[in-house]
């Protein structure tokens, strides 16, 4: 994106400098990085990111208005519907597709997908650190937004996380997380907050309060950083000792409801320069013409399962329940990092804080070579995986 600074970044990597920021970054905390990192950041150019910050401005109106609510009132499925909503997720992001127009070579951001969810806010505080430690990379260049410090970063995490509570009632929450492939963000968060990653299959409840164990004691948890994918629950039959339905005496953050508000659902709704056309399977009366433009995704999934990129009207008139899929334009990701042997595409994630409003801290970004970003689609290339964007601050 800036090309004095790719030009100079390229020149001075090595694979030997490669492999020590690894090993740095995979012995810093208790669990290594289980997916792939990328050689490099992306550097961002002032022009992309007032784009960027414009399609953020725009998105966060909508999302911000009653009318979003209203049309979102519908988006939890029954069973998983939770008592105790909150008026706004603390936590969401705006994912982006860098595209470029062919006829003037300006590169501008495509909304891909949004999620009212933590992604690897903890992490990516430690991977510009150490990102820094081992490239040589110019001091006023930074991944934070909003003059965002690191230091401010980490304080506004522990506001929203732990708040008053001792961070010894606070848990973030998964399924079995030491197994899960963003295990290292789990790392990173307690040595930043203190707080204990727990299984929810430990997690014990009496009269409507949540216990964990630890050294063989009872802790009461009085708050979540929630980080289960509750229709991952159904697909893994996973078991647990509470009832989802039952009013507890605990507060969610962010409450577990807003994964399905701020979400595939919401993509039909959202409009706008930045978002590509979207529509619920179930009001299409006739089919786009040109349906090689577009992808099918199924509502309530992640990780990109179950999305189809060759969409035929068969395999449209084949699905039994319309009403839980999306067909969305495709989007043609840019070329965009030069590579010493192809361009890497690339998506980044806004990630926003909601204090009295959203406030956009963060990003983080996902390179590839593939067809699709996901990690089966990149076997055995280099220069794709996991990043960050740097901007002049």
Known sequence: ????????????????????????????????????????????????????????????????????????????????????????????????????????GEFYPKLIELQGFPTLYGYQYFFEQILKKHF??????????????????????????????????????????????????????????????????????????????????????????????????????????????EELNVTWVPHPNWFYKMSKYSLPVLKGEFVPKCFYLRDIKSYPDDLENYVLKPLFSFAGLGVNVDVTKKMLDEIKDPENYILQEKVEYAQLIETPDNYSKVEIRMMFIWQDKPILVNNLVRQSKGKMMGVDFNKNKTWVGGSTALHKS
């Open 1 to 104: 994106m800036i090309p004095e600074l790719r030009k100079k970044f390229n020149s001075e990597f090595t694979q030997q400098k490669y492999e020590v920021f690894l090993n740095d970054l995979n012995t810093s905390l208790k669990y290594p990085v289980d997916f792939r990192v990328s050689e490099t950041p992306l550097f961002l150019s002032n022009e992309l990111k007032n784009k960027l910050l414009y399609a953020c401005d725009e998105l966060c109106k909508q999302v911000m208005s009653n009318d979003f609510k209203v049309k979102m009132e519908n988006a939890v499925p029954s069973h998983l519907n939770i008592p105790g909503e909150t008026d706004h997720p603390e936590f969401f992001v705006f994912d982006f597709a860098i595209c470029k127009n062919n006829t003037t």
């Open 136 to 245: 040589n990379i110019p001091e006023n260049f930074t991944q934070y937004f909003n003059k965002v410090s690191p230091h401010e970063y980490v304080k506004m995490l522990k506001e929203i996380i732990v708040a008053d509570a001792d961070p010894a009632n606070v848990i973030l929450l998964e399924i079995e997380p030491e197994k899960q492939k963003t295990r290292v963000d789990f790392a990173a968060t307690e040595k930043l907050l203190g707080i204990k990653e727990v299984c929810i299959s430990d997690v014990i409840e009496r009269r409507k309060v949540l216990y964990y164990k630890k050294n063989g004691k009872e802790i009461p948890i009085e708050r979540i950083y929630n980080r289960v994918i509750f229709d991952e629950l159904s697909r893994t039959n996973a078991k647990f000792n509470f009832d989802l339905k």
